[in-house]
């Protein structure tokens, strides 16, 4: 089972990444939009999933690799349909790929 804590996301996107992400292996938890950091050390999620669209988004994404550096992060834009992965121990080096149903759920999975 991977445990996915879910950032901070507008209502409509929110329900739209949960609705993809409702598959068997995968437990979905959502942390407060104020501590997402608190929700990982409560948590303790496999991988967290943060929207890239937001302005401190690169500097969670930066605390999180280097403070919790075997959580997977997956940080997902509408604004460009598109994902950028932070492997587990790659301390910030990142791939980015289309944001794809299939794609998110495969890059949270493996």
Avoid: N
Wanted: charge should be negative.
């Amino acid at each position: 089972m991977t445990r996915v804590l879910m950032g901070d996301f507008g209502a409509l996107h929110r329900l739209g990444f949960e609705e993809i992400l409702r598959v068997d292996g995968i437990e979905l938890v959502r942390a407060s939009a104020a501590d997402v950091v608190g929700g990982l050390v409560e948590a303790l999620p496999d991988v967290i999933v943060l929207d890239l669209d937001q302005s401190d988004t690169p500097d969670l994404v930066q605390r999180i690799v280097h403070d919790f550096p075997t959580v997977k992060v997956v940080a997902c834009s509408s604004e460009q349909p598109m994902m950028r992965v932070f492997p587990p121990l790659h301390y910030g080096e990142s791939y980015t790929s289309d944001l794809d149903p299939a794609l998110l759920t495969s890059a949270i999975q493996a």
